[in-house]
């Protein structure tokens, strides 16, 4: 896919069918959050660690499902079934906002041939990673490493843009939201599938801690998305379930409720 016409400044670099459109500037060090060495792009081993500041767990994909309790599994499945349900609908241009290891992208690519997909991540290693895997070379789906809080793309460029969790993992959740405002369509569609911390909880008082409140708190969050002039914005929890301990994710807090929504909002 050529998206050069996309993009609003010049590519930095372009690494592994990845274009690097992240500013030192204005991230920082924020763009480098996986363990992931040329070796394993080269492969597209699996063995990769979730996140750097966590465990050496050689298998760690394998050993974070396995801590997952039974309830968190059935809600994960109901949350995925929703959301493909109404990917059904989607078509046109998309931007996946942190793509990651690829849950979203996933479904959407069994979910709908008529879109192509514009993957985003600040870190552009685990979004070449996703690339090696999944074999997306067909010229459906494009690769961009962007800051969520400053989208390297043109105004009005997207018919929809979806995400799993990303706004969870981001800071500065009103920046985001007006980021993802300006480069969506006039009539174009959000399509999230949001995971919310109960306010109050023990889950909350952290995620203030570490500046991600406003995208963990339903309330919160659909006040971000008005303020950025969202409109229409609905979200609907699915599923819910009981957190357990998990020395990979730093939340939400073991014990805590952990929600599983659809958030829907219209430009």
Not at 137 to 166: E, L, P
Request: hydrophobic share 35%; with cysteine; aromatic share 8%.
């Amino acid at each position: 896919m050529d998206i050069q016409h996309l993009l609003a400044s010049p590519v930095r670099a372009i690494r592994f069918g990845v274009y690097d459109m992240v500013s030192d500037t204005l991230s920082g060090a924020e763009n480098n959050r996986w363990r992931i060495t040329d070796e394993m792009l080269e492969s597209g081993a699996r063995d990769t660690a979730r996140f750097s500041n966590n465990t050496d767990e050689p298998d760690a994909d394998k050993d974070y499902q396995s801590r997952k309790n039974k309830e968190t599994l059935m809600a994960e499945e109901q949350h995925r079934d929703a959301m493909k349900h109404l990917l059904s609908d989607v078509s046109g241009l998309v931007c996946d906002l942190a793509t990651g290891e690829g849950n979203m992208l996933r479904t959407l690519l069994e979910t709908n041939g008529d879109t192509r997909i514009v993957c985003t991540d600040i870190d552009w290693r685990i979004l070449a990673l996703t690339r090696k895997r999944l074999q997306t070379d067909d010229g459906k789906v494009a690769y961009v490493a962007t800051d969520g809080r400053h989208m390297s793309f043109a105004d009005n460029s997207f018919d929809c843009i979806t995400s799993y969790a990303g706004f969870g993992n981001i800071p500065d959740s009103a920046m985001v939201a007006k980021s993802l405002y300006r480069i969506l369509k006039p009539g174009g569609k959000l399509l999230l599938r949001a995971n919310f911390i109960e306010k109050g909880s023990k889950s909350h008082f952290l995620a203030k801690q570490h500046g991600v409140g406003t995208g963990m708190i339903e309330e919160a969050f659909i006040e971000c998305l008005q303020g950025a002039g969202f409109r229409q914005v609905h979200s609907n929890t699915v599923a819910q379930a009981i957190w357990a301990e998990n020395p990979y994710d730093l939340l939400p807090v073991a014990g805590d409720m952990y929600l599983y929504s659809i958030v829907q909002a219209n430009k």
